[in-house]
């Protein structure tokens, strides 16, 4: 489990870019159910997609394996931070929302504020949307959801990359159809 603190000592861009100590000291400030601590877990989100990228990263991955390091996402996340992979993107997920979307949910009368409640919230939320709005495409790749309303914006939660990944897919697929 130290290896990676031990490497970060010595490389400056592993500490940067991990971020393991500041992601360990944040998660100790981190309990309860509270809008505060709802709060400092984005801010703890922000840290994680930021550790997650870098991690993913090429320059990463030949630094981890200059070091002889093998170590896959769940190993990183739960041997130094002591968090599920799934929690963890949840937490991205809630993190990457618009910042009135969490002003919505911390200015409504919650019984608890938590990364899990909020997003049923959002999902709640959607719902009520969906029936007002009309949509001219809607896409969905297992978890990933891609749509485009009637005023031609588009809503997902999906990077550019992936994006970019569906409409190569769909090209291909296309391509097999003529």
């Known amino acids: ?14 500490k940067d870019g991990l971020k393991i100590e500041l992601i360990q000291t944040t998660i100790a400030k ?13 801010l703890m989100a ?7 990228t870098y991690f993913k990263s090429k320059e990463c991955k030949d630094l981890l394996k200059a070091n002889q390091v093998v170590m896959n996402v769940e190993e990183f996340l739960w041997d130094y931070f002591n968090r599920k992979k799934s929690f963890v993107y949840r937490c991205i997920k809630a993190n990457r929302t618009t910042e009135t979307e969490k002003k919505l949910y911390l200015d409504s009368d919650q019984d608890s504020y938590g990364i899990e409640n909020f997003l049923k919230f959002l999902n709640n939320g959607e719902k009520d949307d969906k029936a007002k709005t009309e949509f001219k495409l809607k896409l969905t ?11 031609d914006e588009l809503k997902t939660d999906l990077t550019p990359e992936q994006i970019n990944a569906v409409i190569t897919i769909l090209k291909r697929k296309l391509d097999g159809m003529a």
Request: proline share 0%; net charge positive; no cysteine.
């Open 141 to 151: 790749f297992g978890d990933a959801k891609l749509s485009i309303d009637d005023k």
């Open 1 to 14: 489990m130290k290896t990676l603190l031990r490497l970060s000592e010595t490389n400056v861009n592993l």
């Open 30 to 42: 981190n309990q309860g159910n509270s809008k505060g601590v709802f709060k400092h877990t984005l």
């Open 46 to 52: 922000d840290l994680f997609d930021k550790s997650l």
